[in-house]
Protein backbone atom coordinates (compact mmCIF):
# COMPACT_ATOMS: atom_id res chain seq x y z
CA UNK A 1 0.00 0.00 0.00
CA UNK A 2 1.49 3.19 -1.17
CA UNK A 3 1.76 5.73 1.46
CA UNK A 4 4.09 8.21 0.20
CA UNK A 5 4.60 9.42 -3.30
CA UNK A 6 7.45 12.19 -4.64
CA UNK A 7 7.25 13.63 -8.13
CA UNK A 8 9.11 16.36 -9.53
CA UNK A 9 12.65 14.73 -10.24
CA UNK A 10 14.50 15.25 -13.46
CA UNK A 11 17.66 16.45 -14.69
CA UNK A 12 18.57 20.06 -14.75
CA UNK A 13 21.66 22.44 -14.90
CA UNK A 14 24.24 23.51 -12.58
CA UNK A 15 22.83 26.48 -11.18
CA UNK A 16 19.03 25.76 -12.09
CA UNK A 17 16.02 25.00 -10.22
CA UNK A 18 13.29 22.05 -9.20
CA UNK A 19 10.55 21.60 -6.85
CA UNK A 20 10.01 18.31 -5.60
CA UNK A 21 6.82 16.97 -4.02
CA UNK A 22 5.87 14.23 -1.62
CA UNK A 23 2.14 13.09 -1.37
CA UNK A 24 0.34 11.69 1.64
CA UNK A 25 -2.07 8.96 0.52
CA UNK A 26 -3.83 8.61 4.18
CA UNK A 27 -5.04 12.02 5.15
CA UNK A 28 -3.54 10.93 9.16
CA UNK A 29 -0.61 10.46 7.37
CA UNK A 30 -0.27 14.13 6.02
CA UNK A 31 0.26 15.53 9.29
CA UNK A 32 3.34 13.84 9.96
CA UNK A 33 6.68 15.47 10.52
CA UNK A 34 8.20 14.75 7.14
CA UNK A 35 11.83 14.47 6.31
CA UNK A 36 13.68 14.98 2.61
CA UNK A 37 16.74 12.08 2.40
CA UNK A 38 18.75 11.59 -0.76
CA UNK A 39 21.09 8.55 -1.83
CA UNK A 40 23.72 8.88 -4.31
CA UNK A 41 24.96 5.87 -6.10
CA UNK A 42 27.27 4.11 -3.36
CA UNK A 43 26.47 6.33 -1.45
CA UNK A 44 24.57 6.09 2.18
CA UNK A 45 21.05 7.64 2.35
CA UNK A 46 21.69 11.24 3.76
CA UNK A 47 19.58 13.70 5.31
CA UNK A 48 18.37 16.71 3.24
CA UNK A 49 15.91 18.82 5.27
CA UNK A 50 12.80 18.32 7.86
CA UNK A 51 9.85 20.12 8.57
CA UNK A 52 7.22 19.49 11.60
CA UNK A 53 3.53 18.58 11.55
CA UNK A 54 2.52 21.94 11.39
CA UNK A 55 5.32 23.53 9.58
CA UNK A 56 6.38 25.74 12.45
CA UNK A 57 9.95 23.95 12.59
CA UNK A 58 12.37 23.00 9.97
CA UNK A 59 15.69 22.22 10.01
CA UNK A 60 18.41 21.66 7.04
CA UNK A 61 22.14 19.89 6.39
CA UNK A 62 24.76 21.97 6.04
CA UNK A 63 25.34 21.29 2.48
CA UNK A 64 21.76 22.34 1.45
CA UNK A 65 21.60 25.42 3.65
CA UNK A 66 20.89 28.58 1.69
CA UNK A 67 19.86 26.81 -0.81
CA UNK A 68 17.08 24.26 -0.20
CA UNK A 69 13.60 24.93 0.98
CA UNK A 70 11.46 22.58 2.85
CA UNK A 71 7.55 23.61 3.20
CA UNK A 72 4.44 21.54 3.57
CA UNK A 73 0.45 22.31 2.33
CA UNK A 74 -1.63 20.27 4.75
CA UNK A 75 -4.57 21.48 3.18
CA UNK A 76 -3.35 19.24 -0.29
CA UNK A 77 -1.68 16.70 1.98
CA UNK A 78 1.92 17.78 0.23
CA UNK A 79 5.26 18.56 0.94
CA UNK A 80 7.55 20.16 -0.90
CA UNK A 81 11.11 20.77 -1.23
CA UNK A 82 12.42 23.78 -3.53
CA UNK A 83 16.18 23.11 -4.41
CA UNK A 84 17.83 26.40 -6.03
CA UNK A 85 21.68 26.85 -6.97
CA UNK A 86 21.80 23.24 -7.61
CA UNK A 87 25.05 21.58 -7.87
CA UNK A 88 26.53 18.32 -9.53
CA UNK A 89 27.04 16.89 -5.74
CA UNK A 90 22.95 17.34 -5.25
CA UNK A 91 22.49 14.41 -7.90
CA UNK A 92 20.85 12.21 -6.22
CA UNK A 93 17.55 9.16 -5.35
CA UNK A 94 15.45 11.97 -3.48
CA UNK A 95 12.70 10.57 -0.79
CA UNK A 96 10.19 11.50 1.40
CA UNK A 97 9.87 10.07 5.18
CA UNK A 98 7.34 10.52 7.73
CA UNK A 99 7.86 9.99 11.27
CA UNK A 100 4.81 10.39 14.11
CA UNK A 101 6.95 11.85 16.98
CA UNK A 102 9.28 15.22 16.40
CA UNK A 103 12.21 13.80 18.49
CA UNK A 104 12.37 11.20 15.89
CA UNK A 105 12.51 13.46 13.34
CA UNK A 106 16.44 13.19 13.13
CA UNK A 107 18.82 12.82 10.81
CA UNK A 108 19.54 9.44 10.73
CA UNK A 109 16.87 7.31 8.31
CA UNK A 110 16.03 4.38 10.43
CA UNK A 111 13.86 6.98 13.18
CA UNK A 112 11.29 7.34 10.26
CA UNK A 113 8.54 4.75 9.88
CA UNK A 114 7.35 5.57 6.34
CA UNK A 115 9.08 6.18 3.06
CA UNK A 116 8.44 7.42 -0.55
CA UNK A 117 9.89 5.37 -3.50
CA UNK A 118 11.93 7.76 -4.45
CA UNK A 119 12.58 10.54 -7.65
CA UNK A 120 15.92 10.95 -9.40
CA UNK A 121 16.98 14.21 -9.27
CA UNK A 122 20.15 14.83 -11.84
CA UNK A 123 22.43 18.05 -11.84
CA UNK A 124 24.73 18.06 -15.40
CA UNK A 125 27.57 20.08 -15.61
Known amino acids: QVQLVESGGGLVQAGGSLRLSCAASRRTLSSYHKGWFRQAPGKEREFVAAISGSGGSTYYADSVKGRFTISRDNAKNTVYLQMNSLKPEDTAVYYC??????????????????WGQGTQVTVSS
Open 97 to 114: AAVGEWARATMTPYEYDY
